[in-house]
């Protein structure tokens, strides 16, 4: 099993980001598509979490997830 990476170990540096946000305010999502050397990653957090949490996924692994909301899998109504 390989250890994903955190955002300190790829040396990113979160002020320098542009960061799109899903709103305004507090508890809004931000993303921020970065390159480190050649490797594309995506960082996701949420406004305003005082422990500046950041998620790192890998190009493949953000395409899935595009892929199941494009699809409704993350829908929470049922029929």
């Not at 931000?30 to 490797?39: N, P, S, Y």
């Not at 305003?48 to 997830?65: I, N, S």
């Amino acid at each position: 099993m390989t250890t994903k990476p955190t955002v300190e170990s790829l040396g990113i540096d979160l002020d320098a980001q542009e960061w799109q946000r899903s709103g305004s305010g507090d508890g809004m999502i931000e993303v921020a598509l970065v390159d480190v050397a050649g490797t594309d990653w995506v960082l996701m957090r949420v406004s305003g979490d005082e422990a500046r949490r950041v998620l790192v996924y890998d190009r493949h692994e953000w395409e899935c997830f595009l892929d199941g909301v494009r699809h409704g899998e993350f829908d929470t109504a049922s029929t």
